[in-house]
């Protein structure tokens, strides 16, 4: 399955974007799906996650810095992730990429299983 980010751009702080993340030669429906985050001379980072289709009701995990001001959802007919991002900060400038996985500790999405993403996308958040 491949995996191609979308929707990013510059935009001013607080400012808002929406990222999209299309899959394409398969379906990971039943997987949990999440966005990951790299900035300039910084590892990179899970920011959010949710659980996939065959839980009986979704769960998404977001790490502190962005909660409040950014939502995942996932359209199934159309086979997309998003990334509501709002109230947008310079420190959340990255590239930003999906990947499929969804482990959490203490409630954080992490990076833990992780071991593919697809084409990132360039978030610059900048006045």
């Known amino acids: 399955v491949q995996l191609q980010a979308s929707g990013g751009g510059l935009v001013q702080p607080g400012g808002s974007l929406r990222l999209a993340c299309e899959a394409s030669?398969?379906?990971?429906?039943?997987?949990?799906m999440g966005w990951l985050r790299q900035a300039p001379g910084k590892e990179r980072e899970a920011v959010s996650c949710m659980s996939g289709r065959d839980e009986q009701n979704e769960h998404t995990y977001y790490i502190d810095s962005v909660k409040g001001r950014f939502r995942i959802s996932r359209d199934y007919v159309k086979k997309k992730m998003y990334l509501h991002m709002n109230s947008l900060k310079p420190e959340d400038s990255a590239v930003y990429y999906c990947?499929?996985?969804?482990?959490?500790?203490?409630?954080?999405?992490?990076?833990?299983?992780?071991?593919?993403w697809g084409k990132g996308t360039q978030v610059t958040v900048s006045s």
């Open positions: 990947a499929p996985g969804c482990t959490t500790v203490r409630g954080q999405p992490t990076l833990q299983g992780i071991s593919s």
């Open positions: 030669g398969g379906t990971l429906d039943y997987y949990g």
